[in-house]
């Protein structure tokens, strides 16, 4: 390369790298949706669409440069971090690359005991393929006609070889959150051989409280959270759970390295958005107003819908007229997706306000 060419291309380096730093003071500024797409609309896997908060993004840009180390003492600080929150000690926590490492961890020390698992369908599946490999059938229960799971047939369901049972509160992907008396009481009944791992991927989104606190007197509890939906860190990586220091230990025995799956970078995002308490606000307050922009637009076009305490909506497009999912395709809005065989219902994600009036107009 000529000396001309490589002075230009440096002179290009710097400049852009100082724009890109300008853009982030302008954005840490506000709250504006993060990693934008030029063409399409993408509401299919439940992200946020305003995240990673500002102190997060500035947490993770400071946290690359000391990544040539092992984050031992930053996976610490973390889980103390979570444990202060549900007022544990860090013994109660392990930390995963995303809460669907630790999914497969649970049922695969599920699987070891041998036996198998009762879930709700349609639910969040997927731990579910290798949870099948690794030699755990899976008894599926449908969910009431009101597309609530169904505890009552779950528990009528399980026996003395049930080794886990799986509940999705709030449930992806009809959005229903049981209320906590009804889940209090199942967590109760459940015996102590059998593992209840309930995922709470969505819980901030609602307005029922995390069953965190029911772990110290139920070592068979699992608690699954995740950084990904209302934190807004989804391509970054982190989850956690939540059990009894008797049951983490026996969960981190079988990650490949004990609490080792998410990045220095990640982890850093983790803590700092734990801290950035408005804008959690903001994501669970913009949700809903999306949301409500969602469900009006459903309401003109005659589309029955379950209202939804999470990012997104589980609606009945069989009233429509015309094939919702192709309608909002041609307009480049993708994510619309079937969970139930047969049936025209659909779920999709629930954007920024803006994107969710350019669904309404679409959809008309
Ligand atoms: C119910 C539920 N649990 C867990 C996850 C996995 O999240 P992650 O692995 O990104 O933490 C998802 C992601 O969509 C989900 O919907």
């Given at each position: 390369m000529h000396r001309r060419q490589l002075l230009k291309q440096s002179a290009l380096a710097v400049a852009a790298f100082s724009f890109s730093r300008d853009l982030f003071a302008r954005e840490a500024e506000r709250f504006i949706p993060a990693a934008g797409f030029a063409d399409f609309i993408k509401l299919s896997s439940?992200?946020?669409?305003?995240?990673?908060s500002p102190l997060a993004r500035k947490a993770m840009i400071d946290a690359v440069s000391t990544s040539n180390r092992y984050p031992w003492d930053v996976t610490t600080k973390l889980r103390e971090k979570i444990a202060n929150q549900y007022h544990?000690?860090?013994?109660?926590v392990i930390i995963g690359a995303g809460s669907s490492e630790l999914l497969g961890v649970v049922s695969l020390m599920a699987a070891l005991q041998g036996g198998k698992a009762v879930a709700p369908d349609?639910?969040?599946?997927?731990?579910m393929g290798a949870a099948r490999k690794t030699g755990l059938p899976i008894d599926l229960v449908p969910l009431t006609s009101g597309k609530i799971t169904d505890l009552q047939r779950m528990k009528e369901k399980m026996d003395s070889n049930t080794k886990m049972v799986y509940i999705c509160n709030p449930n992806n992907p009809t959005g229903t959150v049981l209320p906590a008396a009804d889940l209090e009481n199942f967590i109760k009944q459940v015996p102590p051989f059998c593992t209840i791992l309930l995922d709470?991927?969505?819980?901030?989104?609602?307005?029922e409280p995390s069953m965190a606190m029911m772990i110290d007197t139920h070592p068979n509890l699992v608690v699954a959270k995740t950084f990904s939906k209302i934190y807004g860190m989804a391509g970054a990586r982190v989850g956690y759970a939540l059990a009894h220091p008797q049951t983490i230990k026996l969960l981190n025995d079988l990650?490949?390295?004990?609490?080792?799956?998410?990045?220095a970078v990640a982890l850093a995002g983790a803590i700092a958005s734990m801290e950035d308490k408005q804008f959690l606000d903001f994501c669970k307050k913009e949700n809903q107003r999306a949301r409500a922009v969602f469900y009006k637009a459903l309401d003109k076009a005659g589309i029955r819908y379950i209202p939804s305490n999470t990012s997104f909506v589980y609606f009945d497009s069989s009233t429509y007229g015309k094939d919702f999912r192709q309608v909002l395709e041609a307009q480049q809005i993708v994510g619309a997706r079937?969970?139930?065989?047969?049936?025209k219902w659909l779920r999709l994600s629930v954007g920024t306000f803006g994107e969710m009036e350019k669904v309404a107009a679409v959809i008309g």
């Open positions: 439940n992200e946020n669409p305003h995240g990673p544990l000690t860090k013994d109660h349609p639910t969040f599946r997927l731990w709470e991927a969505y819980t901030e989104f609602s307005d990650q490949p390295w004990s609490n080792a799956g998410a990045s079937t969970f139930e065989e047969g049936t």
